[in-house]
T-cell receptor, first 109, second 112 residues
């Protein structure tokens, strides 16, 4: 079983749609949680950290449920520029990042 | 302020050869981590260097080795290359004040 599991998609959505991605992690010792965005053939870039209380950054909302070991990302009012691979990431001791395989999002006009 | 820089950007090697990849961390960062990303997969942690020592290691064979220099830059060495080593190799740096990891653009290694 992979340490971080994501639905690979692809999710094909029209502009303006709301889309949600889910992720589960197996290591209960995980301390920090993130969503990264990766464009085709580029490096991953931090989209947002995820906190137990939930947090929002513009059109993006992230949630963490430590009891269920579950992380989510909600994107509202999707833009063409949101098309990318979204990587769910957990961190344990010492900034070692453990990545999921990623969820592909394609936003179409 | 330069971010994380990696060289070379692309590389083609033959099976059995050895390769060295280089990384310069973001200014002010002292910790460097290396990741391997195969096509269609998420990055996989190879190892991490801090104060010129390997601090953590992922599930990679001894063919993968590294080094960190006093200026915090780092090298990743892979010996006896296999076809399966073809991947994007990413370097990430982080600091002690902010633990956010910043990635370089990667080195795309193709083994033929």
């Amino acid at each position: 079983r992979k340490e971080v599991e994501q639905d690979p998609g692809p999710f094909n959505v029209p502009e303006g749609a709301t889309v949600a991605f889910n992720c589960t992690y197996s290591n209960s010792a995980s301390q920090s949680f993130f969503w990264y965005r990766q464009d085709c053939r580029k490096e991953p870039k931090l989209l947002m950290s995820v906190y137990s209380s939930g947090n929002e950054d513009g059109r993006f909302t992230a949630q963490l449920n430590r009891a269920s070991q579950y992380i989510s990302l909600l994107i509202r009012d999707s833009k063409l520029s949101d098309s990318a691979t979204y990587l769910c990431v957990v961190s344990q001791y010492g900034n070692k990042l453990v990545f999921g395989a990623g969820t592909i999002l394609r936003v179409k006009s | 302020d330069a971010g994380v820089t990696q060289s070379p950007t692309h590389l083609i090697k033959t099976r059995g050869q050895q390769v060295t990849l280089r990384c310069s961390p973001k200014s002010g960062h002292d910790t460097v981590s290396w990741y391997q990303q195969a096509l269609g997969q998420g990055p996989q942690f190879i190892f991490q260097y801090y104060e010129e020592e390997e601090r953590q290691r992922g599930n990679f064979p001894d063919r993968f080795s590294g080094h960190q220099f006093p200026n915090y830059s780092s090298e990743l060495n892979v010996n006896a290359l296999l076809l399966g080593d073809s991947a994007l190799y990413l370097c990430a740096s982080s600091g002690q004040v902010s633990t956010e990891a910043f990635f370089g653009q990667g080195t795309r290694l193709t083994v033929v």
